[in-house]
Nanobody
C-alpha cells in the first residue's frame, strides 16, 4: 500500500503561482511513477503531469505545458507540482497518484494507469 497526502492548494489570483506537494509513505517511493490529475466541478478527472520513478522524464497536458512543472525528491518521498501563470480554468481539485513502475522509463498519462490516489487539494484561481 502507498499512502498519498496532498497539500499546498488555496485561493490565488490569475497570473499567480502555487506549489502543490504530495507526501508518500508505505513503500519504496523510488519504485513508483507519479502523476498529478485534476477535476473541476461537473467535469471528468483529467491528466495534468507525470514523472518517471527516477524523475528523468516528465509529461504534461497541453493545457499546462510551459506553466506547470512536476518534480520529485526520492530522499524525502515527495512529489511537487509548481504552477505558474495560473488561469481561472485551472480551478479544480488536484490529485496526486502513484503506480509501481515496471520500467525506469515508464510514465503514465491516464488515470486508469494509477492505483494509488490522494484525497485531493482544492486550487481556486480568481479572475
Amino acid at each position: 500500500q502507498v499512502q498519498l497526502v496532498e497539500s499546498g492548494g488555496g485561493l490565488v489570483q490569475a497570473g499567480g503561482s502555487l506549489r502543490l506537494s504530495c507526501a508518500a509513505s508505505g513503500r519504496t517511493f523510488s519504485n513508483y511513477a507519479m502523476g498529478w490529475f485534476r477535476q473541476a466541478p461537473g467535469k471528468e478527472r483529467e491528466f495534468v503531469a507525470a514523472i518517471t520513478r527516477s524523475g528523468s522524464s516528465t509529461d504534461y497536458a497541453d493545457s499546462v505545458k510551459g506553466r506547470f512543472t512536476i518534480s520529485r525528491d526520492n530522499v524525502k518521498n515527495m512529489v511537487y507540482l509548481q504552477m505558474n501563470s495560473l488561469k481561472p480554468e485551472d480551478t479544480a481539485v488536484y490529485y496526486c497518484a502513484a503506480v509501481r513502475a515496471t520500467y525506469a522509463s515508464s510514465i503514465y498519462s491516464f488515470a486508469s494507469g494509477y492505483n494509488y490516489w490522494g484525497q485531493g487539494t482544492q486550487v481556486t484561481v480568481s479572475s
